[in-house]
């Protein structure tokens, strides 16, 4: 049976996140458990989330001090210890850097790869899809150990180890996926196939501080004091959904890997060692706003109209926007969903919400957070902002 570790850690001090660390790896088996983890010389990468530029402590992204931490008990196994990732929007090195995780990886001699080059690669016996541009580094790796962050999602409700992998397709080419997969079932089956080819070994999940409500970018930071690590993704990630609330099955991904048989997913499938999950439930955590696991993308007028009386959509809060137009750059439909109009000295945008398959990308890479979700009336009526 699979075993995944549930550590409190109650600081970010890093001394202590590396005894929580260490703790999590004595209860998965110790010195001998590390030894088979990462054989004698591998090549180890390191895969952050690092979906922005963001600064150190965001709970965007990973945090540096976890990062740290697990460098220190790493080291002493790898052959040679890399990271990398391909963040949504801008530079991978400059997310790196501004984050703080780059210094830290300089200070360890852990070499950065920012995840530009990449191959196609086949993917055997995919669920939906056959092949993806995967950054080599990810490939090349002996051992990938994915390194999430705790958050909400506004497509796939909570995001974490699994969807962490989306991130070793490099840059824009992400949002060509949410542009081909708008329904939520389908990106699903998609984020397994990325994970057939990108084979990670292990996943340390960092919920010291969370993030709750309009997540994965603009919600708040939640204060959860808890550590997760398994080598089975589907297991840390319904540990953690179980934490904030949801039933597994309810989270779009884990419900595919569940119907796919793709790891374990409900508690009773796998061991939970360390601490109980009803010690670790934070009180009243604030879930994604609604489910947007809906798709209209395909037509048809009764389609069109379910979407208008049902749908949520991305609304600006015009006050917040800096008029930088990432979410225009970023939107997979553009440029025919959102175009700029100039309201007094300022450019703002404006949806073409015919064209918008509610992939939720222009609100997930806001800066400003100028973007939030918006359920129609009858929608909020029948409850499914909730
Ligand atoms: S406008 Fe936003 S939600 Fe709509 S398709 Fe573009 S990125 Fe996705
Ligand atoms: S809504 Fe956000 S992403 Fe779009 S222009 Fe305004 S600040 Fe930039």
């Not at 958050?151 to 542009?179: D, E, R, V």
């Not at 919600?219 to 690590?229: D, E, Q, Y």
């Not at 800096?322 to 000295?345: H, L, M, Q, T, W």
Request: aromatic share 10%; with cysteine.
């Amino acid at each position: 049976m699979e075993r995944v570790a549930l550590l409190r850690c109650e600081s970010y001090e890093v001394d202590q996140i590396e005894h929580s660390l260490r703790r999590g790896f004595d209860l998965l088996g110790g010195d001998l458990f590390l030894r088979q983890l990462i054989p004698y010389g591998a090549k180890v990468l390191l895969k952050p989330n690092l979906l922005s530029v963001e600064t150190p402590g965001s709970p965007v992204v990973t945090d540096y001090r976890t990062f740290e931490a697990v460098i220190r008990i790493l080291k002493d196994y790898a052959g040679s210890l890399s990271f990398g990732d391909s963040p949504g929007f801008g530079k991978a090195e400059k997310a790196a850097k501004s984050a703080g995780l780059m210094e830290v990886a300089q200070r360890y001699g852990v070499a950065f790869d920012p995840f530009e080059t990449w191959q196609t690669v086949l993917v055997p016996e995919h669920f939906l899809v056959s092949s993806f541009d995967v950054a080599t580094a990810a490939l090349d790796a002996d051992v990938l150990i994915s390194l999430p962050r705790l958050k909400t999602h506004g497509m796939t409700s909570y995001t974490g180890a699994i969807k962490n992998q989306f991130g070793c397709i490099p840059g824009l080419k992400k949002a060509n996926w949410h542009s081909r997969m708008p329904k939520a079932k389908d990106f699903s089956d998609m984020l397994l196939d990325i994970n057939r080819v990108v084979d990670t070994k292990f996943a340390i999940l960092d919920g010291i501080v969370a993030m709750e409500g309009n997540g994965p970018k603009n919600g708040s930071p939640r204060k959860m004091n808890t550590l997760i690590m398994g080598e089975s993704l589907s297991a840390v990630d319904a540990l953690a959904a179980t934490l904030i609330g949801y039933d597994p099955l309810e989270i779009p991904y884990l419900k595919q890997a569940y119907k796919r048989k793709v790891g374990p997913v409900l508690l009773d499938d796998f061991e939970i060692m360390g601490e109980s999950v009803d010690s670790m439930k934070p009180d009243h955590f604030v879930r994604i706003r609604g489910k947007n696991h809906m798709s209209f993308q395909d037509g048809g007028r009764w389609n069109k109209w379910l979407r208008d009386i049902i749908a949520p959509k991305p609304i600006l809060v015009p006050h917040d926007c800096i008029s930088c137009r990432r979410c225009a750059e970023i939107c997979p439909e553009s440029p025919n969903v959102i175009s700029f109009y100039k309201d007094g000295e300022r450019w703002l945008p404006a949806w073409q919400y015919d064209s918008c398959i509610r992939c939720f990308c222009c609100q997930e890479i806001c800066p400003a957070g100028a973007i939030k979700i918006e359920y129609p009336p009858l929608a909020k009526w029948l409850k499914m902002d909730q």
